[in-house]
């Protein structure tokens, strides 16, 4: 199994084959318009505004599974990172990223890459802290732990890197243009 084997739907409800991405490298995000972490919009916008052309894609996935922090239906959530961040990357139709309900675009990342913990600072010691409350083996496992969770696809459609929310967005910017 592969990235290229799912689909997935857009905001209008049509299915796209993540197989129409083949030769892209791709950022997938799980993504909340009311989350302390909305402004990563930002950098994602430039960053996708900076290499598109060199076969970047961003495929932002709306969740409202955080403390809900995605509230809206599709259009809503559409007008405001449109509106208020200017995203001209993808964005499709709001999903679940945990439990029986997870899409299976991302319980396929969620268990083919592991935590590898929030990093230090106040926002890790934070992060931990309500990562703990939601599941108190959270570090033992894949699950996605908040909005703006980040997977770097290669252009093979291979895993190349999972970014936690609060992980360097230079770090993602690096790694990125390595691969494109």
């Known amino acids: 199994m592969s990235i ?12 796209v084959s993540l197989a129409d991405y083949k030769g892209k490298v791709l950022i997938i995000v799980n993504t909340a318009t009311g989350c302390g972490f909305t402004p990563q919009y930002d950098e994602l916008q430039d960053l996708y505004e900076l290499h598109k052309k060199d076969g970047l894609e961003i495929l932002d996935f709306p969740c409202n599974q955080f403390m809900g922090q995605a509230p809206g239906d599709d ?26 309900n997870a899409d299976p675009l991302f319980k396929y990342l969620s268990e083919n890459t592991r935590f590898a913990g929030f990093g230090k600072g106040i926002k890790a010691i934070a992060m931990n802290g309500i990562a703990k409350k939601m599941d108190k083996n959270f570090k033992d496992n894949g699950n996605i732990k908040w909005n703006f969770t980040k997977f770097l696809i290669a252009r093979d459609g291979s895993i190349a890197g999972r970014f936690e929310p609060t992980d360097s967005m230079d ?10």
């Open 171 to 180: 770090e993602l910017k690096r790694r990125t243009e390595e691969l494109l």
């Open 75 to 100: 259009e809503e959530i559409h007008s405001f990172c449109t509106g208020r961040y200017g995203i001209t990357f993808p964005q499709f139709s709001k999903i679940e990223v945990l439990g029986e």
């Open 4 to 15: 290229y084997d799912f689909s997935v739907k857009t905001m209008d409800s049509q299915t």
